[in-house]
């Protein structure tokens, strides 16, 4: 069976890699925040600035991080990368067990995390690429998918149980330990990597750091696809702070109904993630991400039906499932057409801008839709993101209407 491809030793230390740094980060979910109101007293204002201005810097320093991911080799930079958030995590539970841990630390640890977060997974797509054949891409990328998602379903709720027991910086020092552990994963890959050649196209330093955007917007079918995913992604993580008003203070749910609301549909995700390359076998790509890019979509509006009691708590699971298996078997199908539309020489510009832009529309959709709750009502805020989201099938590519294959690596030259 496809999806049971052996794609090699080399492949199973990455992945074993991804697995110990998504497991980790899947315990310590949502732990700065808490430590910032458990521990530092903050006020509502400082940590919802601690959950959009620590991604944002984080974006901003990823932006000159990748013209230099661009042309070197990768797997030194992932581990960089790795041994950077593994330092940053650490500092937390080393400033608390001495008594100066304060907000604009976990504002730093916030922004460094999330810049090496972008720069590490623009140079693993780039390594991805060049290690396994391009007809096992999609059986990778969903691999990866499927680790991500249950980490998510196991992750929290082991976090929220170790914070009980053993105090709240514990989960942040088991996502400093992952890290480590990921970087030594990742050493242990023995394959021989050449170091990547500078193009002679490109504009220059200054030039270089736009040449991720420019190949997206260049491309019809990745910069429709780039946009959907943008508002598809902004509208879908604006909804967790308004149901999180709704449910807990609204509607009354006790806190371990709200995280069983959202863990268990997560499990989902193993469904959808495992079933891609058998789908897309099936009924072939292009209809794939037009089908399911649909599916992932429609759901959201399901949550403005939600009610106190049981009957709400079914509908919050019954519309996140169906949401997470369309994610989930929609991502790894964009992943891959993402990489096989982007030359080599481009890769992690490309990725590093990808991220960026959907970072931002998270962040810009979470804030618009926090001010409109306020002046409305969470639920029709989650009402007018639901119909917004009804409109995203508009911005998936027209059947026929892509671009031309990517362009070879051009002959080296000035960097």
């Not at 949502?30 to 810097?57: C, D, F, N, Y």
């Not at 930079?77 to 080393?94: E, I, N």
Request: hydrophobic share 50%; glycine share 10%.
């Amino acid at each position: 069976m496809r999806g049971r491809r052996a794609l090699g030793r080399q492949f199973g230390w990455l992945w074993a890699a991804y697995a110990v740094s998504v497991y980790g980060s899947g315990l310590g979910f949502g732990a700065l925040p808490l430590i910032a109101v458990l521990v530092l007293h903050a006020s509502p204002a400082e940590v919802s600035a601690l959950s959009a201005v620590g991604p944002a810097v984080g974006a901003l320093i990823a932006v000159p991080l990748a013209p230099w991911v661009e042309f070197r080799r990768k797997r030194p930079v992932m581990v960089a990368m790795d041994l950077a958030r593994c330092a940053a995590m650490a500092t937390v539970p080393v400033a608390y067990a001495v008594g100066r841990l304060g907000f604009v630390q976990l504002l730093a640890v916030s922004a460094v995390v999330a810049g090496a977060r972008i720069a590490f997974g623009a140079a693993s797509g780039a390594y991805l690429k060049s290690l396994v054949r391009p007809e096992d891409l999609l059986v990778a990328n969903s691999r990866f998918e499927s680790t991500n998602w249950s980490s998510i379903a196991v992750g929290p709720p082991l976090g929220g149980a170790a914070i009980g027991l053993f105090g709240p910086v514990v989960t942040v020092a088991a996502d400093a330990a992952s890290y480590l552990l990921s970087a030594l994963g990742i050493t242990a890959i023995r394959d021989r990597e050449e170091a990547p050649r500078a193009g002679g196209r490109t504009r220059g330093r200054a030039g270089g750091l736009l040449d991720g955007w420019r190949h997206i917007a260049g491309d019809p079918e990745l910069r429709a696809l780039h946009l959907n995913n943008m508002l598809v992604s902004g509208l879908i993580m604006a909804t967790e702070p308004l149901l999180a008003v709704l449910l807990l203070r609204e509607l009354g749910f006790p806190p371990w109904q709200y995280a069983l609301a959202f863990a268990a549909p997560c499990l989902g995700g193993l469904v959808g993630s495992r079933l891609a390359p058998r789908v897309v076998a099936r009924h072939g790509r292009d209809r794939v991400i037009r089908t399911v890019g649909t599916l992932r979509a429609v759901w959201l509006i399901g949550l403005v039906l939600v009610r106190p009691g049981t009957v709400g708590l079914v509908t919050v699971a019954a519309v996140e499932l169906a949401i997470i298996v369309n994610m989930s078997l929609y991502t790894p199908v964009l992943a891959t057409r993402r990489l096989e539309r982007t030359p080599d020489h481009l890769v992690a510009r490309t990725l590093t801008a990808w991220s960026i832009g959907q970072q931002a529309a998270i962040a810009l959709c979470t804030a618009l839709g926090g001010l409109l709750a306020d002046l409305t009502g969470p639920r029709t805020a989650l009402a007018v993101a639901g119909l917004l989201a009804l409109a995203t099938p508009l911005l998936l590519p027209r059947p026929g209407r892509t671009a031309p294959r990517p362009e070879p690596e051009p002959a080296p030259g000035r960097w």
